[in-house]
């Protein structure tokens, strides 16, 4: 694409986070961004309600004084921008769904919502840490992130979002989208499978697909790839 002042002038990215809710995650990507691309995280509570309905209107207040803006909903996010648009079809120009899901992503996870309770988060982000730990050194970039997101945010808001997007259907949201849609996903995503990237693209045959080299953080791992996705995204839209 041959870039020009129409496709590079400056456009707001909304971006919003995954379980954790914080701006940790995504921190390589706002460093791989170019500098006409300016992103906004909004940062999700660390106490209260933390369902969809809550969130959504926490998201409408942060942007409520920005004329326009594309949004990028990452994993947990990802329902929550499409509400988003849905809600502010005038000031949304295109939805971003990066490494996410309409629906929830594995069967399995529905079956066993009664686990998504504050005892068993706080047990499962306990064995997750045990292989960070030992794989990583203290100095690791990811180690590091992980242990600060562990902090910032309990087991019992985890446990709370969970349940959210154990509830969630976005289908009818991403069908009735009035924007444009790109959907990032890793190649080798454990977390939300292959399978939901084809369920996206069946309830919506015009969505962008790019595939990146990772896992369901792949966001964080491949950034500069994301970074490409997302400005070409951007920049295509534009031009037509």
């Known amino acids: 694409m041959i870039l020009d002042a129409e496709t590079t002038r400056p456009a707001t990215l909304v971006l919003l986070p995954g379980l954790d809710g914080t701006e940790v995650f995504f921190r390589p990507l706002l460093a791989s961004l170019p500098e006409w ?4 995280v909004i940062c999700f509570p660390a106490a209260g309600v933390n369902d969809y309905e809550n969130l959504l ?5 942060e ?10 909903g990452l994993s947990f996010g990802g329902p929550l921008a499409l509400m988003l648009a849905e809600e502010e079809p005038s000031k949304v120009k295109g939805v971003i769904l990066a490494t996410t899901f309409v629906n929830p ?7 066993m919502r009664f686990t998504a309770v504050t005892p068993t988060i706080w047990l499962l982000r306990a064995c997750r840490r045990i292989p960070v730990w030992l794989s990583r050194g203290s ?23 969970i349940r959210a997007l154990l509830r969630v259907d976005a289908q ?3 069908r009735s989208c009035r924007t444009p849609v790109l959907c990032i996903a890793g190649s080798n995503d454990g977390v939300v499978p292959q399978h939901m990237v084809e369920e996206i693209v069946r309830a919506r ?14 966001m964080y791992t491949n950034p500069a790839a994301a970074a490409d996705a997302i400005t070409e995204f951007i920049q295509t839209e534009r031009a037509e």
């Open 37 to 40: 691309v300016r992103p906004h």
């Open 57 to 61: 209107a926490i998201v409408r207040e």
């Open 63 to 72: 942007v409520s004084t920005i004329a326009n803006f594309y949004v990028l």
């Open 105 to 111: 992503p594995r069967k399995i996870y529905v079956q």
């Open 139 to 161: 100095t690791d970039e990811l180690r590091r992130d992980k242990a600060e997101t562990w902090r910032r945010v309990s087991a019992r808001i985890v446990a709370a979002r």
């Open 172 to 174: 009818k949201l991403l």
């Open 205 to 218: 045959p015009s969505v962008y697909v790019r595939i990146i080299q990772g896992r369901h953080f792949a």
